[in-house]
Every structure is written in structure tokens, then in C-alpha cells.
């Protein structure tokens, strides 16, 4: 199974872990996640669909990270995933 | 002017995001000695992405980059081209490095269709670029040069002091190279943040060297920085007498005349008007920190 | 369901905020002094014993041994061991430590608080709906007010003090429990139907007491009425955090751009990072200027006792102590001045509470509006995570009240449209100060005429938001529907908001 994580669980930045899997699926854990759930996952969507993923479960563990942060996050991991073996 | 350029770590969400609030000329987002080499890639994809989409104003964006030895160069640049980054500062320099940069540069310019070039600042950070910065100045690109006397002392294998005589000889090479090619000299950063006496010296030393400004690796740096290397004002009281007599002379179609018993002359006018812009930008820009 | 003035709505039956007081200021009249010397017991179950309680009374308690407490929740275990029910408890300020009571509100030992403040499993039992009745949220000032004017009776005060002597005068000054002035218990002392001292410490003497033993019924000696760990925090210090420091250097700058650092002001801020650090900020210019301070109120730190001791101060007028410098300055120095709740804060204290004299106040929020409302007694999901404490007081008093605050904390702006819990009314609010900028409320027209010119950074208050919204996106703000949990009460006596359950 291919697995990529980036990230970390310090203030205002996210751990965020992707697998191959089928379909998408996000799931989120957010200190923030009463103001900013369908904002997170719609970034977090969004970045796969520029990378043109269909296939990635993917895992947030959110500190409050800004969107820039969380697009990064999301990159990082995937190509991480994708170098792994 | 670059009078304050602030490291940022490169992979630290929380600092990007605040770096624009504490009042430095330019925020050097750092990709090298800050990031650990796994998190390399981590880094260079979050600088990126706030280049590219931070929506607010900024001072002047900057971004450390690793150097060709490494092998991170290209990637870090492919990372971060983007119109908002200024110039890339870059690594232990000298002068046959710095032309390869220049063409990996140009090649990423074209490939991502930038609407200016991309700047150097070149760190002076060994032996052989201390020989070379007479050399290296004259580069295409180059904004400036940034001394770097951590990296420096440890190539020469000789102690870093508070006081930092080891440094006089490097900071007068750079100081004169750069004004003669009309760049701007930065001065090393004070390593010890807590000292903040040891800095105001520092910094004044560095001023009195002619440099033009200095690196800052804490935000509370800063305001030391700024107070170091605003004109005193008495000098600017001197300026400000100067351009009125000088005014005066000039109505009266006299060349040269005095002040104060002293003649006054063209390249003492250029001085006194030096120190009324450098006065008046730096008020300017941050005024409540002049009380 | 009806409005107040800062358009807040709020169950019938209450004052709403903005109406005027239906009879004349509330009168004020001292109980008389017990007419026997207090009787001394060692146990609490002797001090029930000796007592007639009932279901339904009201139990009160300080909270000057803070998250060190013991003594509120070993009264209500007593309580609850001899089967006492319906209980209203009405501490000054509530605090994690008080997780034991927890329980007890959901066993219906507990159906009612009254209190200032309160943060941890008790705040959250209260935010969760446990607690039978709706808590009430009053200030510091406001809670003396409350007791002198019969709106909050006191069947029973338990009073945690550190020294007690033979005649019954206490003191916080001495003893292994010692915290300091015991300025929220006056109230108490003086208006509860009964007294009671609890002690760890029993003397001969008190020299200079704090409490006066001819308000007291009976002294309990008991093995420990706190951990001192708890009690004082040791050290306070100065925020190094960039953000923090920046917005201090901001709200110095701005403090004396409004001409507020003249030869003999007063002032107060609280004992956070930020705080300290403007104040640390304001001591730099009174150096170089020579200036002095008349004085400093509120709780009080070492900051302010180095100040006092160097002459910068000319004196503290202290309600509670922070730390470990300011318990012993207290005896130290004739000018540190225990003051009581009531002359801190009291809109009813005679000629006027000290917050009154304050030229300027700085303080913090958990969220502002544009209204400039500030909340500091919910989380932005409706929690309760602190309350006023002297917040509402001290913006009111004071010429000027600044607020600082991160303009964006872990994504949340803290600007916005419309504060979660409205602790202290905009029209007490004057400055906002943050690290993008400083709002001024623009009901202070002669503020921001001082300020232009100033080269500070002065922006609307929606501009703020604006920059907040750029920054983090525009959260969805979820709205409480449940049931009313607590009642904000402004300091004098009328409702200011309500906090719902989710």
C-alpha cells in the first residue's frame, strides 16, 4: 500500500496523510472544524483535482492551517506517496 | 532600500503567515540551513504556495535557496518562480557558481513566463567569496550582497566574537565592492537574539562601514536594526541646514559657500541629502517607532 | 423574548441592558457585627452541625487561592454528604480545580452558580447544559454591587483564610496557604447571614487583618485549604512571542499618542504576556521622560512591585496578587494597598471605585465586533471559558479601555460582525489594538483627532475584518439554539447577553 504523509501537528499547520484507495475520500479532524469544515475540504479536493488524483484517501489532522498551508501539505504528501515503495 | 531583511524558516506555517506584520524591508523565506534535508521538499512546496497566493501586501519576498552543490537548486526553483519573488539569496558564493545560476535562472524565467527577472543576493560566506566579491558584483542580477559571518568564520577556522574584529576585513571588501557597483551591502546577522546591546553595536558597526543594512533572524531584531542605521538627529538637523544654505547659495548663483565657518560643497550636499532620504523613508515607513 | 439596547435577546423576566435602574441606586447597608465571638471548630461537619441548613441556600467562596483551591469543594462534599439539595453556589471565580463539583450539579447538589469567571470541567459541565438553572455571570465589581444590594443574598460564606487569630481576624498576608489581599471576600464578610473562616493557619495575633473578626460565626480549622502551587504562579513574565510583542510595542505607542502618559496618571493591566509587555514598554518611557505614575490597580504582579519599589508608582491598589513578589511586597511597602471589591468596582461604591480614577485600562478579548463588544466569557463556539472578571469594570472606568488581541488566532479572526457573547458593551470599548492594525471606536472622535498624525496604523474596525477574512476566509459562524445555560450580567445588575447551549 502507498503511503504519504507531510505536516506537522503544530499551531496553524496540518498533518496530512494520503493512501492509494478507492475513489476520494477526506476525512478531518480540525480544531477549526465548526467554522471551516466544507472550506477545508473543498481546498483539500481541490489540490487533488489539480493534481489530477481520483484515487487517494485522505486524512487531516488540522491546527488550524491556512489554505496555502494545506494545499502544500496535500502536494507534499501525495508526491511523497507517489516516491514511495 | 533594503535596510532590515528578515529570515522566515521555510517550513513553518506559523511565522510565513505572521512575517508580513513586524515592519522588515524584505522577508528572506529560508529553504536551506532552516529546513532539515526531509523536509526539503515539504518546504520549497509551502514557499511556493505562499508566493503564489498570499493576498496581501508584503514587503519585498526573498527566498534562501539551496545551492547547486546540493542538488536542490532546480527544484527549489521550479518550486517558487513566480512574479512576487524578488530575488533568490544564495549560498556560499563565488563568481563561476553564480554564472551557472544566472543561466538556470533565465531558462526558468522563460519556462514560466516571468514578467521580470529574477534577482541575487549573493551570501559572502566563504574564503574564496571574500577574494571574489570584487568579481561577483559586477554579476548580472545581483541586488545586493549579504555577508554571512557564521559560515565564514568556520571556512577560515577562526573564533566568532561579540565584538566581531575577525569581520573587519570582509566587511570593508563588501562594503566598498558594493557601493562601487551601486548594490546594496548587508550585514550578517547578530546570532545571540537575546543580546540586544550586543546587536545596536553590531549593527552601528556595521553602518559606520558604509553598509546599507542587515540580515535579522528574529522579528524582535528589528527595531535594534532600524534604530542603528537611522540617521542621529543631529546629523539630520546638520542635513537639514545644509539644504537650506545650499538653496540660498543657489539663488544667489554661488557654487561652493560655507556653514558654520566650514565650506560646504558639492559631495558634503550629496551627504546631507543621503541622510534626509534615509531619514525621511525609514520615518516613513514605520514613524510610531521613531518616538 | 425581548431585546436589549446592544440588540441582544434575552428570556422575560430580567432587566434588559440599557433600561434604566426601576428605583434609585441601590442603598448600601453594612450588616452589624456578630454580637459573640466566633466559635472555633476543627472539622466541617462540626461547622454543619452548628449551622441550620436547608435545601435551596446560597453557599459563597473567594477565589484569591485560584486553581489552588480546596475549600469550595470540600464544603460541597459536605454538603452533599448530609444530603442537601438545590444548592446555589456563588464563588467569585471558578477553576479547574473545581472538577469535584462537577458531580454534584449533575446529581442536583448544585442547580445554581453565581460567579465571575470560570474556566475548566465546571464551565464546561455549565456550556453543556448540567446545570439545572442558568448560571450568572457577573464582574468583579458588579458582584459586590449584587451582594450589597440584596440582588445576590448569602445564606453562608466559607471564606478560605490563609491566618486566622484568636478573635477571628484574617489575613491572606501569612501562612503556608498565603495568597495575598483578600479583596473579593469583603463583600461576603459583610453581607452573607453567616460567616465562616476556613483556615490552615490559626495565630495569636493579626497584626494588620484583612477581615475583621466581628463579621465572623465560627473558624474552622482544617489540615489544608490549598495547594499552594496552585495559588500563585511564581513568575510572571514578558511575552518574547514576535505577535504579541509587536502589538504591545503598538499599544504603548498608541497610549502615549493619546496623550495618556502625563506626570501622575493611573492605570491597570492584566497579568498576561502581552500585558506585561506593554507595560514593560510604558516603564521604558517613563524613564526616559522621568515620568511617574500615581497609580496602578487590579491584580497585581512583580512587574508592577519593581515599579512601586523604584519609585515609578506611587501606589498599588490591589485587589488580588499574582505572584510571589507581590504576596510579600504587600507587607514590605506601606503604598501597596489591599482594596475590596466593592471600592475596586462597584458602580455603587461611594464617592467612586478606583476604577473610576483610571486614566487608561488594557485588556484583552476572545472576540470583538464591530460594535466593539468584547467577549472573553465564551469560545466562538459558545463555551464558557472565563467571564468578565473585572473586564466590564475596568472599560467603563477607565478614560480609555484598550483592547489587544492577535487579529487572527488559529484561523479564527477574532474581528467580527457580531460577538459570540457580548462580556463587556462596545460603548466601554474605545481602542482596539492588533498586529495589522488599530481600530478606534469611532464614538471617540477626540481619540482619533489625537491620533492623526501619529503615523499609527489607524484603519476601521470592518477594515480589520476585512483583512482578518483575507487571511483565514470567512468562517461559518455556528449559532447556539439550545437552552439558556447563563446570563451575562452587566455591573449593574442588568442582563447584557445570554449563552446557549448547542
Redesign the interface.
Given at each position: 500500500m502507498k503511503i504519504g504523509s507531510a505536516g506537522t501537528l503544530e499551531s496553524n499547520d496540518a498533518l496530512v496523510t494520503v493512501q492509494e484507495g478507492v475513489g476520494i475520500v477526506v476525512s478531518i479532524d480540525s480544531i477549526v472544524d465548526a467554522f471551516f469544515h466544507d472550506r477545508i475540504e473543498a481546498e483539500v479536493r481541490g489540490e487533488l483535482a489539480r493534481m489530477k488524483k481520483q484515487n487517494v484517501h485522505v486524512t487531516i489532522q488540522d491546527k488550524g492551517a491556512l489554505d496555502f498551508t494545506l494545499r502544500a501539505r496535500v502536494r507534499t504528501a501525495i508526491e511523497r506517496m507517489e516516491g514511495s515503495q | 532600500m533594503r535596510t532590515t531583511l528578515l529570515f522566515i524558516p521555510g517550513n513553518?506555517?506559523?511565522m510565513?503567515?505572521?512575517a508580513d506584520?513586524?515592519g522588515a524591508d524584505g522577508l528572506i523565506l529560508d529553504l536551506e540551513d532552516a529546513v532539515a534535508a526531509t523536509e526539503k521538499?515539504?518546504a520549497r512546496?509551502?514557499v511556493?504556495?505562499?508566493l503564489k497566493?498570499?493576498?496581501?501586501e508584503t514587503p519585498e519576498l526573498l527566498v534562501r535557496v539551496n545551492g547547486l552543490p546540493s542538488g536542490w537548486l532546480e527544484s527549489d526553483l521550479e518550486a517558487i518562480a513566480c512574479d512576487r519573488l524578488s530575488a533568490i539569496v544564495y549560498p556560499k558564493a563565488g563568481v563561476e557558481e553564480l554564472y551557472e545560476v544566472d543561466r538556470i535562472l533565465s531558462e526558468i524565467e522563460k519556462k514560466h513566463r516571468l514578467s521580470h527577472p529574477i534577482g541575487i543576493i549573493p551570501i559572502i560566506e566563504s574564503a574564496q567569496g571574500v577574494v571574489e566579491t570584487d568579481d561577483i558584483s559586477y554579476l548580472p542580477r545581483l541586488k545586493g550582497m549579504l555577508l554571512g559571518g557564521e559560515d565564514l568564520t568556520a571556512d577560515m577556522e577562526i573564533g566568532r566574537t561579540r565584538e566581531g574584529a575577525e569581520l573587519a576585513y570582509p566587511r570593508a571588501r563588501l562594503a566598498f565592492a558594493c557601493k562601487a557597483a551601486g548594490i546594496d551591502a548587508i550585514d550578517t546577522p547578530f546570532a545571540d537574539v537575546h543580546d540586544t546591546e550586543g546587536l545596536l553595536a553590531d549593527a552601528r558597526t556595521a553602518r559606520s562601514l558604509g553598509f546599507t543594512g542587515k540580515a535579522a533572524i528574529?522579528?524582535?531584531q528589528l527595531?535594534t536594526i532600524r534604530t542603528a542605521f537611522r540617521p542621529d538627529p543631529k546629523d539630520i538637523l546638520w542635513a537639514r541646514r545644509v539644504m537650506a544654505a545650499a538653496q540660498d547659495a543657489a539663488k544667489k548663483h554661488q557654487g561652493a559657500f560655507s556653514l558654520d565657518g566650514k565650506m560646504i560643497d558639492k559631495p558634503v550636499v550629496k551627504r546631507a541629502e543621503g541622510i534626509l532620504s534615509r531619514a525621511g523613508v525609514q520615518?516613513g515607513a514605520?514613524?510610531?517607532?521613531?518616538? | 423574548m425581548k431585546r436589549n439596547s446592544i440588540g441582544r435577546e434575552l428570556p422575560d423576566g430580567y432587566r434588559p441592558y440599557g433600561e434604566e435602574h426601576p428605583a434609585a441606586a441601590s442603598q448600601r447597608i453594612a450588616m452589624k457585627p456578630t454580637p459573640t465571638a466566633p466559635i472555633f471548630l476543627t472539622s466541617l461537619s462540626d461547622v454543619f452541625s452548628a449551622l441550620e441548613l436547608r435545601d435551596g441556600m446560597t453557599f459563597s467562596f473567594h477565589h484569591h487561592l485560584r486553581d489552588g483551591d480546596f475549600v469550595a469543594n470540600l464544603v460541597m462534599a459536605e454538603a452533599d454528604r448530609r444530603g442537601l439539595r438545590d444548592l446555589t453556589i456563588a464563588p467569585s471565580s471558578l477553576f479547574p480545580c473545581h472538577k469535584p463539583l462537577v458531580p454534584l450539579i449533575e446529581r442536583g447538589v448544585i442547580t445554581g452558580i453565581v460567579t465571575n469567571y470560570m474556566n475548566g470541567p465546571v464551565a464546561d459541565a455549565v456550556s453543556a447544559g448540567k446545570l439545572q438553572k442558568p448560571a450568572i455571570m457577573d464582574t468583579h465589581g458588579g458582584r459586590a454591587r449584587a451582594i450589597e444590594a440584596g440582588d445576590l443574598s448569602i445564606d453562608v460564606a466559607f471564606l478560605a483564610v490563609p491566618t486566622v487569630d484568636r478573635r477571628g481576624n484574617g489575613t491572606g498576608r501569612v501562612g503556608k496557604s498565603a495568597c495575598g489581599v483578600l479583596g473579593y471576600a469583603d463583600p461576603d464578610l459583610h453581607y452573607a447571614k453567616k460567616v465562616v473562616f476556613v483556615t490552615d493557619e490559626i495565630v495569636e495575633r493579626v497584626d494588620h487583618p484583612d477581615l475583621d473578626g466581628n463579621f465572623v460565626d465560627y473558624v474552622v480549622l482544617i489540615p489544608s485549604i490549598g495547594d499552594r502551587a496552585g495559588i500563585v504562579s511564581g513568575t510572571t513574565r514578558i511575552t518574547r512571542e514576535p505577535v504579541g510583542l509587536k502589538i504591545a510595542r503598538d499599544a504603548a505607542a498608541l497610549i502615549d499618542a493619546a496623550g495618556l502618559l502625563k506626570e501622575g496618571f493611573s492605570m491597570q493591566t492584566g497579568a498576561g504576556g502581552t500585558s506585561l509587555a506593554v507595560v514593560a514598554d510604558i516603564r521604558r518611557i517613563m524613564v526616559e521622560r522621568g515620568l511617574h505614575a500615581r497609580f496602578a490597580s487590579g491584580g497585581i504582579t512583580a512587574q508592577y512591585v519593581e515599579m512601586l519599589e523604584a519609585g515609578l508608582v506611587g501606589s498599588l491598589r490591589d485587589v488580588q496578587d499574582f505572584d510571589l513578589d507581590a504576596v510579600a511586597s504587600l507587607t514590605r511597602n506601606p503604598q501597596h494597598e489591599a482594596i475590596t471589591a466593592a471600592q475596586y468596582g462597584s458602580p455603587d461604591f461611594r464617592p467612586a471605585p478606583v476604577v473610576a480614577g483610571l486614566d487608561f485600562v488594557v485588556l484583552g478579548a476572545t472576540e470583538i465586533d464591530l460594535d466593539f463588544n468584547v467577549n472573553v466569557t465564551t469560545d466562538s463556539e459558545g463555551r464558557i471559558i472565563g467571564g468578565s472578571g473585572g473586564h466590564a469594570d475596568t472599560a467603563h472606568g477607565a478614560k480609555v479601555s484598550v483592547v489587544v488581541t492577535n487579529l487572527v488566532k488559529a484561523r479564527l479572526p477574532i474581528v467580527m460582525e457580531k460577538v459570540t457573547c457580548v462580556t463587556t458593551p462596545g460603548s466601554d470599548v474605545d481602542v482596539l489594538v492588533t498586529e495589522r492594525g488599530i481600530a478606534v471606536n469611532p464614538k471617540r472622535a477626540d481619540l482619533l483627532d489625537r491620533l492623526r498624525g501619529s503615523g499609527l496604523n489607524v484603519v476601521p474596525i470592518r477594515a480589520l475584518m476585512e483583512l482578518a477574512h483575507t487571511i483565514t476566509g470567512v468562517p461559518v459562524r455556528p449559532r447556539p439554539s439550545g437552552r439558556i445555560v447563563a446570563l451575562v450580567r452587566y455591573r449593574d445588575g442588568s442582563i447584557l447577553d445570554v449563552v446557549s447551549s448547542k
Open positions: - | 513553518h506555517p506559523a510565513l503567515q505572521n506584520v513586524f521538499d515539504a512546496i509551502l511556493g504556495e505562499y497566493s498570499w493576498k496581501l528574529h522579528p524582535n527595531l520615518d514605520i514613524p510610531h517607532e521613531t518616538k | -
